[in-house]
């Protein structure tokens, strides 16, 4: 199984390696995202704000998070590698460069020089959970420095949005939810809802750079 894993983890850093030399070739402009935000506001700049599709779970924290990986989800929902009718159609109407402002945007949004207080160790059966899916090997140290920019920082995001994320990799033929990915389907059909509940858990726990910010009219 590690063998597999590191095949598949060595495909895909060819193909973001590939997809981020595209991405260089448009330039973020944070402050032209400014104007470009309203879309994005109404769910991830609201503190506990849930989705109800396709269950009920907290909206991802996106400030703090990769540019290029914000640019890698929106491209994702756009082309319907992710499956997810509200998403799909915000992602329908952006331009690569309007997905490089918002990338840029986010990634400064609310950043601090904090350094996260470390993480405590995981008990013996998520320690076994996490090294049977290599989760270190993409999402680096402490879940906070992924390997290349256009994979997610995890960190302390919500663990029932972490959970809903995770199966949805395991997911097939449907239509309206959903994520096609090779490596992540690879290793998410490997565990139990149960298991994938509790590295949700324990990655939820471990402090990071992720956040939500609200924006003025919310405050």
Not at 145 to 154: G, L, M
Not at 166 to 189: D, F, H, P
Request: proline share 5%; with cysteine; aromatic share 8%.
């Amino acid at each position: 199984m590690n063998k597999l894993l590191t095949s598949m983890f060595a495909l895909a850093v060819a193909s973001v390696t590939a997809i981020s030399a595209h991405a260089q070739e448009i330039k973020g402009d944070a402050k032209a995202a400014e104007q470009k935000i309203a879309m994005c506001i109404g769910c991830h700049g609201i503190k506990g704000y849930q989705a109800s599709f396709p269950e009920v779970y907290r909206v991802p924290m996106i400030s703090g998070q990769n540019a290029k990986y914000i640019v890698a989800a929106l491209s994702a929902y756009k082309k319907g590698d992710r499956k997810h009718p509200t998403m799909r159609g915000i992602a329908d109407s952006l331009s690569d460069q309007d997905m490089a402002d918002l990338g840029a945007y986010y990634e400064l949004h609310g950043k601090t020089d904090a350094v996260p207080a470390a993480p405590k160790a995981p008990d013996a059966k998520v320690a076994a959970l996490l090294q049977k899916g290599a989760c270190v090997s993409c999402h680096g140290d402490n879940f906070s420095k992924p390997v290349d920019p256009s994979y997610p920082k995890i960190a302390g995001q919500h663990k029932d949005f972490l959970f809903v994320a995770l199966k949805s990799y395991k997911v097939e033929n449907q239509a309206t939810w959903g994520r096609s990915n090779g490596v992540m389907g690879g290793i998410a059909k490997q565990f139990s809802n149960a298991e994938l509940k509790a590295l949700a858990g324990y990655v939820a726990s471990v402090e990071g750079e992720l956040k939500t910010v609200p924006q003025s009219k919310f405050r």
